[in-house]
């Protein structure tokens, strides 16, 4: 006689399967009731515990590692932050600060300065979305103003070169206003200023770069378009007057002489030392015109809208 599992004797002629095909009668009603039965058992067990500290079933609540000190926890991350230049590890000190301390005074200091140290560390995306955070749940805290400029900045910094897509340079400009709009007289705002006047030559500089593509491609009515855009929305970029070159180009070569001569006298009242103006005037002066400007012209219009005609 051979000897299955569990010390089973099985005759000659049968397989494990056919000797458990032989319960007894009922075998699978006794095996339901035992199931049941433990189960019932199980959670008598659980109830009887369920004041008692010690008992875990995966065990006992005292392997938990207990809570930090949280100036203990800040303060070894501004020691990662500063002495051992470790950014992300800072970050995860402060992040720890919150978790382990969500409702204090510490954990709200550890939220901007985890904005900081990943904005450090240039992962930006963390920073962002750390110093949002912090905006939401302190808003009219003295860092506030700080957590939005971080906001900017973080886009600032990830501004691509002109062939690329200009979604981060606008999000950029569009997150420095609101600290200069909000917070007009904080120390961030002076500098939220400079860096929108760069991101504005940048957006300038993308759509001279298209004007001059379709230029270049002959599509003069596409290449207006770009140009006006520089002219009307980025007059105080250093684009501005090359644009203003370009549309004389463009309109003379569509026989639109008056918007031709408006462009070149623009150029030459506002920026009568520019080398682009010198270009302009040769260019309308070999058509056998003079610069001149049409009070009715956009290019007149955008110029007196914000004072610079």
Same mark, same amino acid.
């Given at each position: ?16 399967? =056919? ?128 957590? =939005? ?83 009307? =929305?980025? =007059? ?11 549309? $004389? ?50 290019? $007149? ?9």
């Amino acid at each position: 006689m051979a000897v299955g599992l569990g010390g089973t004797h099985v005759g000659n002629g049968l397989d494990l399967m =056919q000797v458990h095909s032989r319960r007894p009668p009922g075998s699978g009603r006794w095996g339901r009731f035992c199931a049941r039965l433990a189960i019932v058992l199980f959670a008598g067990l659980l109830l009887a515990n369920c004041g008692n500290d010690t008992f875990n079933l995966f065990g006992s609540k005292d392997d938990l590692p207990p809570d930090e000190p949280a100036d203990k926890l800040y303060n070894e991350g501004v020691f990662l932050l500063n002495e051992e230049k470790n950014y992300k590890g800072a970050a995860k000190k402060f992040e720890e600060v919150d978790r382990q301390h969500p409702y204090s005074e510490w954990a709200r200091k550890s939220l901007i300065m985890s904005a900081y140290a990943y904005y450090e560390g240039r992962a930006y995306d963390d920073s962002i979305s750390a110093a949002r955070r912090y905006i939401s749940l302190h808003p009219g805290s003295a860092e506030a103003p700080y957590a =939005q400029y971080l906001i900017g900045s973080s886009y600032f910094d990830q501004i691509p070169d002109i062939t690329r897509d200009q979604g981060r340079t606008e999000r950029a400009i569009t997150a420095l206003e609101e600290v200069t709009r909000k917070y007009p007289n904080t120390e961030y705002a002076l500098s939220a200023k400079r860096k929108i006047e760069i991101g504005r030559d940048q957006l300038a500089a993308k759509e001279m770069e298209i004007g001059r593509v379709n230029q270049g491609k002959k599509n003069f009515t596409g290449a207006i378009n770009r140009f006006k855009i520089v002219v009307t =929305q980025y =007059q105080t970029t250093r684009h501005v007057e090359e644009a203003l070159l370009r549309l $004389t180009e463009c309109y003379m070569a569509l026989g639109i002489v008056q918007e031709a001569q408006t462009a070149a006298a623009v150029l030459g009242h506002n920026f009568p030392d520019s080398p682009w103006y010198q270009d302009a005037y040769n260019l309308v002066k070999n058509g056998g015109l003079e610069p001149k400007e049409k009070d009715d012209s956009w290019i $007149t219009k955008a110029f007196k809208k914000v004072g610079l005609g």
